[in-house]
């Protein structure tokens, strides 16, 4: 079984990030999806920190006028969740540094539950970039730790392909 379009750009990204994160950080998990970041413990004494990577709004637009070939745009959203402001700051800054380049865009095999292959299949370009602090308008020691220190990074990027 082999990952569909959307998948592939979200693992892509999380495989990036994951290949270059241990250089400049330590204690930073980079996951799929809210239900693994609340499984993930947070502490301020660790000053660990998340970043979650998921699809969001995806527009295809036509490639030509009666063709039902198109290209895809797609928002990725990165939440960040970290356990200062400092952090948040400093990790957002250094997420949209990383990023801004795009990354390689792979295809991803899966056998017995785990992937079995992952095939450069071009690049990720990011087009723009949106980055906004999460504040739930609450006092932060009423909140969560993971809610604490939010920031969201939204991408919008195409692989600029045509899907017929």
């Not at 960040?80 to 957002?92: A, V």
């Not at 690049?123 to 020691?141: E, M, Q």
């Amino acid at each position: 079984m082999a990952y569909r379009t959307t998948r592939n750009i979200e693992a892509s990204i999380i495989t990036y990030l994951n290949s270059i994160i241990d250089t400049d950080w330590s204690n930073i998990n980079v996951v799929k999806g809210f239900k693994q970041v609340y499984n993930l413990v947070m502490t301020e004494t660790k000053k660990n920190a998340i970043i979650c990577v998921r699809s969001g709004v995806t527009t295809h637009d036509r490639v030509e006028i009666g063709s039902s070939s198109t290209k895809r745009q797609i928002h990725i959203l990165i939440d960040l969740f970290c356990t200062s402001d400092g952090q948040r700051l400093d990790l957002k800054d250094w997420v949209i540094e990383k990023i801004k380049g795009g990354c390689t865009y792979y295809e991803f095999t899966i056998e017995s539950g785990g992937i079995s292959r992952q095939t450069d299949s071009g690049n990720i370009t990011i087009l723009d970039i949106d980055d906004v602090p999460i504040d739930f308008d609450v006092d932060k020691d009423k909140l969560d730790v993971h809610d604490r220190y939010r920031h969201l990074i939204t991408l919008n990027c195409s692989i600029g392909q045509v899907e017929a």
